[in-house]
């Protein structure tokens, strides 16, 4: 319901400059029908705060939208400050999730409401903000940038619903805001893209076509969707790319390049196109609803080249052309799209001379096909030079070729080895032999006759070597040509010779992009190349070949991809995508389905890492899943099934996660295959944990749990027992967590599994630290430091060195710790892990502050301060916790309370008490210092209660500070006082209260 604010003074109509900002409080609606009262209360204290603050900075309240706000101020500083001030109390005492969104411009009051851009765009704008955040838009940025107390970080430009061109949007970055990534954003709109990042600007140096450019940006103007059709190696691709180029100050919203060379399934053209142009792929939109949304209202242009081979997926062409009414589309293909609005433009081959013209050397050096053979010519051999003796046959070679442009820039590379009369000859004779009949086209069969005429100059063996490396896509590495190619008995030669010969003879190109030089061939290459694969009679022998090499790779691969070596392994993956796609694909046409699972499992790991479960995941494995498959492979078919089901539970098609789960434990209960059925109940009880159905997950767990010790399993029972730990973890119960925690410590004991019996001693170690168990906690550590040091696991090396600084900071061995951080630093930077720079920064301080270096100490502790500020929160208790203990030291009260806010809103954002708890103690403090000796005893005696609950006492070096307090607290309080004191119990959230009273900043 909608209701207007008693500050408000309605007008018939009137115009004001007015700061507008909305909030709005995340998660209201879910909250209300799963815990009513605790939404009344977050929606109360929203309120609260909202009208205390708006009241503070002379704000009004047009309207209340039920769980968010619409109002206006006379200054866009005042707005800012403001939205601050709400993010920062809406913390405390509880948390309210609430987003902000602002602009400033002319409104118009009219009927009790307020009108303008101004109300649009800071709607919009608040729709793509997080909780937590404050985003504004440039004009506002413009007002309030010269304010030194504000810090402010560009987000990029968007466009937004029914606002046609794009904007600037800004994120307030004061500590403890959020700061958004811009790629994870979503909203009334869209982020723009960088679109010439991927753009060509060069493919080969651009000859001729000129007016064939002109023509083709004239037809820019009057139609939307133009395709460019011819024969391979008509130059199509690089018209498109010149023709892009000059039209780009045309489209505002950029150009943007999209090859479709590797694409090989008509159904992932439009995923293709989603996953090259960056796009975040949606878990309920399909891949063409994420395109439309993108283009919906950008002017801009779309090159896709190559669309022959998928020409099925022209609808996908089609819808983006209906739905987005300012996107131009300039299509390269062999064949029309036929689809209404389509625009066709034959791409000719190159001029060529008249031959029974008298030519002059001037005329034939100005012709497009001639200039580009004697360009290409030069390139092979830099001493050729087009002459009056040469020019004439140079130009019936031009002719010959009818000016396609692949055809003369291959046979101008053989000026290597030939003369152009001898190349001539050549191609006469070639042509004789291989041309191609009724089939193919005209000047396809020219093309044919020029790559095939390459091919007939190769060794016998070259031409073998050739076939294969066909099956490529997309590229390959040299190790890649060597195992597959070299598994075929008739290559019996040098294969790294065999592609230079290749690479020579213009039929194998090169790519240096990359770290690794990789191989390719021109699609019209290819396609002769696949062609002659097909008649060989061994090509099965090949396929098989190809399959086992990358099934090698991605299981070597698999083991990695969650583990400190996930980044290398992941660039070496990821360019071999399209071949491993391919592999699938060649295994499932071979029918050697085993294969096709193996690579499938394999991939798992990395379809996971790389955020791939929503797209590739899910389409192979019901590509692969769908087929019929024998008894024999129906446990490895099921397992893959459950994978499937995992992915679309992390995709939100939970609907679908539970009927394969539940179909899964039907059969396997039928099957009475007790290991299937332990390995289902754990997969569906982890279904249930993770939709917060903690009862029946807890009820499947343990009947997994179950199963496996009644097999001994040890392996599954690992997990089953990890799982039910992780559950308690989650119901706030730690200490009943742990017991679970140390039986898979002595299960990976006992299979001698290294890694994982390693984190299991470094879990055990933090528990023993936190427990004050600082001894066992270093023998501990300097134990596992070897192993993960072995192996090169350099997350693990790293947290093992920093639990073992604060065990040396609490012995105030400040030289030890100095030396470790010098490690943990550089394992930081190395591995560029955030934990890892925050951490050794907080080590670095507690070692010079326990050294006496001030200046030192508060510098490393801004460094800190900056990356949290970046959002970077995984070391916030600790960090926090010491730097609240080093202020204290330095009489800095607002940072103690600063810190003491952050401690404390931990609690709730995560609910864990090794943050809660020292924020009460320090709030203790505080009170003290005031002389509230009654809270404060309060305070630090229910503190004392949770660390006797938890196991986990005063740290070492804050027992003396501790001790002092508790004298303090007995000399000015009476016997009955403390007492009362030591017996009052609170609730987490009056303990809140009461700690709010003290830390409010001043």
Known sequence: MVRHSKNVTMHKSKRILAAVMFTDMVGFTALMSTDEASARKKIDRHRQVIEEQHEKFEGKIINYFGDGTLSIFSSSVNAVECAIEIQGQLKTPINVPVRIGIDVGDIVFEKGNILGDAVN????????????????????????????????????QFYFKNIPKPSEVYAVANPGLIVPDPSELKGKGHREVSSNEKFPKTLTTFLGREKEVEEICDLLNT??????????????????????????????????????????????VALECVSYLGLKEDAVLSSEDVLIAFFKEKKALLVLDNFEHVIKAAH??????????????????????????????????????????ANTLDELKETPSVALFTQRAQASRRNFTLTHENSKTVAEICVRLDGLPLGIELAAARTKIFSPESLLKRLNTSFDVLKGGGQFPPRHQTIRQTIAWSYDLLEMEEQLLFKCISLFVGGCTLEAIEEICGENELLNGDIVEGVMALVDKSLLSTDDSAN?????????????????????????VVKKAYINYYLRLTEEAEPHFYSSEAEVWDSIVSPELPNIRAAIDHAIDLNEMALAYRLAKSLIPFWNSRGMTASEGVQQLEKITAVPVSASLMVERLKLKQSLASFYLFTLSRHKSELIFEDCLVYWRQQDDKNQLGLILNDIGWYHIVVGNFRKGEVYTQEARVIFERLSNKKRLVASLNSIGMLKMWQRKPLEAI????????????????????????NTAYCNYLMGKYKLAERQLEQVLITFRNSSSLIFEETALIWLCFIYYEYGDYNKCRELCVRISEIGEEANIVFGKGMAYTCMALAEFGSGNPDVTRDLMRKTEELIAKGEKHFTYITTASQASIEWEYGDLEMVKTCCRRLLSHEIEHGSYLGFIPGIEISAKIAARDGQYKSAAILFFNAQVMRAELSTPI?????????????????????????????????DRELLTLANRFIKSQ
């Open 955 to 987: 740290r070492k070096s804050e027992e003396n500070k501790y001790q002092e307090l508790l004298k303090d607290l007995k000399r000015n309080l009476s016997e009955k006082e403390f007492l009362f004191a030591q017996k009052h119990r609170l609730e």
């Open 739 to 762: 017991p679970f925690f140390e039986q898979t410590f002595v299960l990976t004991e006992e299979l001698k599994d290294q890694r994982r019996n390693a984190q299991s001693i470094l």
């Open 316 to 357: 996908v062409i089609d819808q983006l052309h209906k739905a987005c009414t300012e996107l131009a589309i300039l299509v390269s293909s062999r064949i029309i799209l036929q689809v209404q609005g389509e625009k066709e433009y034959q791409v000719p081959p190159f001029k060529v001379p008249i031959l029974d013209k």
């Open 516 to 540: 690794e030089l990789r191989f390719f061939m021109l699609e019209t290459i290819n396609e002769f190349a696949s062609e002659e694969l097909g008649k060989y009679k061994e090509k099965s």
């Open 121 to 156: 765009l800071a709607s919009r704008i608040e729709s793509f903000s997080v909780p937590g955040a404050i985003l504004i838009s440039e004009a506002v940025y413009r007002q309030v940038k010269n304010h030194s107390h504000f810090q402010c970080k560009s987000l990029g």
């Open 223 to 268: 139609h939307r969707l133009i395709t460019l059709t011819g024969p391979g190696g008509t130059g199509k691709t690089s018209l498109s790319v010149k023709v892009a180029w000059e039209v780009v100050d045309r489209f505002p919203g950029g150009i943007f390049w999209m090859p479709l060379v590797s694409v090989k399934s008509t159904e992932a």
